[in-house]
């Protein structure tokens, strides 16, 4: 198959050289001949088409190749996939095997290590039993000592058992972790492996699709090229017919020469002539009115050509003018911007600064000493924050009248831009009718080659006429020998035939002279149509001219239009910009009624915090007179701690007793203890626990007005902060 895919186009090339010879064989041989020219035009153009076809097919054939060649490695890639693929498989089910085998190992361990923990539990129960018998103080006998003995020696022998069973686990569970990380990992190649199989497959299918593809493109191909060939043999076999038919015409038309000399065909070509004389008077006609119509649309079309060209003039210099305002409103709107960067600017030191006095707030609080001393400071400084945000509102007013000027500039300019778009929508019509008119004129072009193509269809016609004639010429002659021959048998009217023949051959004479009159003519109204077609020639390069100008002045005004679009985009983004900064400017506004809202309601906060801070220092102040003897306190819950713990000693130290009696006579009362020290304990508690809740409590209020405060002050503006602070 391979051999016959490759000796295909060597066949077939040589069969297109040999074709090509043919062709330049019959290309020789009708280059000569004008009337075979468009045959022989038709002819290279199949010629064209079959090398072009011959050309594809053999790209084809190189392509089919290359894929070929690209298959046989992806199949190889495949096949060695699948085979790594399959080993990974084999891999991964021993694996598994492992994995199980290891798993069971390791369910065994631990049933094991479970029986372990029983036994363990088990004697350990047992040795908290004899712990608690020795404790008690029971002595132990012989056996039991030496089932302790053995117990612990059973003990330490479970113990390193378990402890080899633990290192086991932990070995099975390393191995366990390895067998599956391994496993994972083969997984993983294997998914890696399918997964490239199956990009290796989907690559193998396009592939395979577009041989398919060229494939059936090659057989197209082949069938087209035999199809033209198929053409290119009738095409030939036509010409050789055609070229017998030129020749044998040819003789009849020698024949025909030879015997147009006589009166009848004379005659019957005169009368002829005529007619063809009169119908060549008729088409001079036409075709003269149809020079003047055509004359006169150039003259219009040149002159609406001249009122376009003003008009896309006069629509250059607006959009020029245009494009001035329009960078003039750029500039405005660049200066705006600059002057809203310039504010931000302010009022981000602004911020900066009343995030400084926020801290030096926090700092106040922190040390209150130095409190009166700054408080003055800050307030020359909410003094200038005031005058400065005074003349930051009147520069905001400023702006906002500047803006409200500039947007009925900017409308202003949208009118201008509406009424422009208006008149170069008025110039699109106006171009829209020159292209209608153009048309029209295209249309009598196209109506003046018709009437052309049938003047020459009658030129046909009269030359089958006078093939038609020329044959019955030839049956004039025959039938003028049966006369001859009857003449020559009918001497008697022979003198009668000799006067009519001299009457004949004087009226030949005339005729002979109107003959040439005509011919005169004939020549004249050829050389009339050759002018004619001159001045079509010429008339249609004018048309190609006019087109060539129309085809200029239509991209000079999609030029304009664009940039027309260009300059829209940019006012709509202008005016985006402007939208912009008025919404910036009302954020701004609401941001400071915000703040003038927030500033009033943090004076009524700071009022009430006043008041707070006032009831605070009272109970401060109580606080700090009742704080006074914490230190005595604490002297006296050392001592008495001390005591306590004492007490505690002897306490035990009685239950101890009381658990092993040691004293005799124990049925004694005892003494009565001194109540004093168990009512100081009491108080004490007491005391120590309202002295905790007391602290407690202080700290807790103290929080609690550092961050209601801190919140208050961080929330409220600058300049009523400092005003503020001294009441504090």
Known sequence: MAEEKYDK??????????????????????TGDQSLEKFRVEYEKLHAVLKKSYENEKRLMAKCRELNAEIVVNSAK????????????????????????????????????QKAKETIMSLKEEIMNLTKLVEQGSGLSLGQEHNLRELLKFKEEVTKERDQLLAEVVKLRDSVANMSDQQQEAEKTKLEAESTIAQLHQEIQMRQNEASRETRKKEKMERELKQLQNELELKIADIKTMQQGLNKSKEELLKCEQQLKEQKTREDEVSQMRQEIGKLTKMREVMQRKLRVVEENKTQAECERDTLKNQIAGLEKELEAAKKQAEVDKKAIDELVRERDILNKNLLKAASVTQK?????????????????EIQNYKDEAQKQRKIIFQLEKERDRYINEASDLTQKVLHHMEDIKLREMQIFDYKKKIAESETKLKQQQNLYEAVRSDRNLYSKNLIEAQDEINEMRKKLKIMTHQVDQLKEEISVKEAALVKVHLDHQRIEKEKEALKGELLKMRQQAIETKHFIEKQEEEERKLLKIISEADAERLRQKKELDQVISERDILGSQ?????????????????Q?????KGEMQYRQRIEDIRLLKLEIKK?????AILGKSVANVEELRQEVYHMQKELLKERTRCRALEEELENPMNVHRWRKLEASDPSTYE???????LQKRLINKTEEVVEKELLLQVHLTSNVSNMPFDIACDSIPDY
């Open 78 to 113: 495949v096949a060695t996939a699948l085979k790594l693929s399959q080993d990974d498989q084999t891999t991964i089910t021993s694996l598994k095997r492992e994995i199980e085998k290891a798993w069971k190992m390791v369910d065994a361990a631990y049933d094991k290590e």
């Open 616 to 620: 605070l220092r009272r109970e401060k």
């Open 571 to 587: 006012l709509v983004r202008r005016n985006d910009e402007l939208a912009l900064l008025y919404e910036k400017i009302k954020i």
């Open 9 to 30: 186009p060597v066949i077939e090339e040589n069969v297109f050289e040999a074709l090509e010879k043919d062709f330049q064989e019959v290309i020789s041989e009708l």
């Open 357 to 373: 006095q926020m801290n030096l707030v926090k700092l106040h609080e922190q040390s209150k000493k130095n409190l009166e001393e």
């Open 680 to 686: 100081l304990i009491q108080k004490i508690h007491a």
């Open 589 to 593: 506004q609401s941001i400071l009624n």
